[in-house]
Nanobody, 124 residues
Framework: QVQLVESGGGLVQAGGSLRLSCLASGRTFSSYAMGWFRQAPGKEREFVAAISWRGFSTYYTDSVKGRFTISRDNAKNTVYLQMNSLKPEDTAVYYC?????????????????WGQGTQVTVSS
């Protein structure tokens, strides 16, 4: 069992930056592929970024490429999402997710564990 707790959300102006963190506890964090998803009001949850268990592979949805960076620190059991040049359309609840695998997961149904989410609001 893995518990995930996100933090770092908040209100920011367009063009600003935020760094989200997801702290994992429970089992061996380094065995888990990690992902970030988001859900805007009235929309389905969507994939944002993913990182492999050792951090060698990363994937991003097209709308955040060049602006967001996913990374992980296995010694701290934490995965990060650095978000730069934020836009109002990035406003959403951001969730981190985990699955024990050596692959990199980009689909919601592939993940076994989820955090409670952190709100990101970008004002224009």
């Amino acid at each position: 069992q893995v518990q995930l707790v996100e933090s770092g959300g908040g209100l920011v102006q367009a063009g600003g930056s935020l760094r989200l963190s997801c702290l994992a506890s429970g089992r061996t964090f380094s065995s888990y592929a990690m992902g970030w998803f988001r859900q805007a009001p009235g929309k389905e949850r969507e994939f944002v970024a993913a990182i492999s268990w050792r951090g060698f592979s990363t994937y991003y949805t097209d709308s955040v490429k060049g602006r967001f960076t996913i990374s992980r620190d296995n010694a701290k059991n934490t995965v990060y999402l650095q978000m730069n040049s934020l836009k109002p359309e990035d406003t959403a609840v951001y969730y981190c997710a985990a699955r024990e695998t050596t692959a990199t997961m980009i689909r919601e149904l592939q993940y076994d564990y989820w955090g409670q989410g952190t709100q990101v609001t970008v004002s224009s």
